[in-house]
């Protein structure tokens, strides 16, 4: 589920931009069928592919902000609604082609998936960056985005911890409960850069069988022999 949630934020924040470098850049990575139905798609759109994602993200944008604010009973629908009605007509009014629906629309999902909120809100004003970034040098810009993201977080503390710990810097013994959660008797020790006392309560946590039946029944019949 963590590794699953990981790859919706990756979507949520360069999906958009991926597409936007590869119809404008990188035509040769994609396969040929695939890439001449997009250019069918795209024949009639008279915007860039930039221009293109940047409407439709705006758009969605507006439709949820609205859907915030109207009444709770009303306000999903009328985003659903929105969406779908937008978007069916401006792909028959040829002002967007409908892998770029597809694409927001699929993004919008992965931000919804996003557990944390605050980050899902972080992600959505990323992309239009990282969708600059697409627009200006294809995938090489999305790559200087991503380092430039990366080297700014490694750079914060939350009191006084690094935001990135145990990545950057990083501490093998505490990334048992990172990307990958391991069992709980195998998390044998807390963050060292938390607190002090790093050793947890416990040393034999694994969950051992009974050693044989014998010894089970040699219970069972001293407890008869003790109630008699």
Same mark, same amino acid.
């Given at each position: +589920?963590?590794?699953l949630r990981i790859f919706m934020?990756?979507?949520s924040l360069i999906a958009p931009a991926t597409?936007?470098?590869v119809t404008t850049f990188h035509q040769e990575m994609v396969p040929t069928t695939l890439i001449v139905a997009i250019a069918a798609?795209?024949?009639a759109v008279p915007f860039?592919?930039?221009?293109?994602a940047l409407l439709m993200e705006l758009t969605f944008e507006i439709l949820r902000e609205a859907g915030i604010r109207l009444p709770k009973a009303i306000g999903s629908a009328v985003s659903i609604v929105g969406a779908l009605v937008i978007g069916q007509a401006a792909v028959q009014a040829s002002i967007v082609s409908p892998a770029?629906? +597809?694409i927001v629309s699929i993004t919008a999902i992965a931000s919804f998936a996003t557990p944390s909120f605050d980050m899902a809100i972080s992600a959505r004003l990323i992309r239009f960056l990282f969708m600059i970034g697409a627009a200006t040098f294809g995938f090489y810009g999305i790559i200087l985005c991503l380092l430039m993201m990366v080297v700014h977080l490694c750079s914060l503390r939350s009191f006084g911890v690094p935001y990135m710990a145990p990545f950057a810097p990083f501490?093998?013994?505490?990334n048992g409960d990172t990307i990958v959660r391991l069992p709980w008797w195998t998390l044998r020790q807390r963050p060292r850069l938390i607190t002090a006392n790093t050793v947890r309560e416990g040393a034999n946590q694994y969950p051992h069988p009974p050693a044989s039946r014998g010894m089970v029944n040699r219970d069972f019949e001293e407890g008869d022999n003790n109630e008699a």
């Open positions: +589920i963590r590794l934020f990756m979507i597409y936007v470098a798609q795209r024949e860039p592919a930039f221009v293109e770029m629906v +597809i501490i093998p013994v505490n």
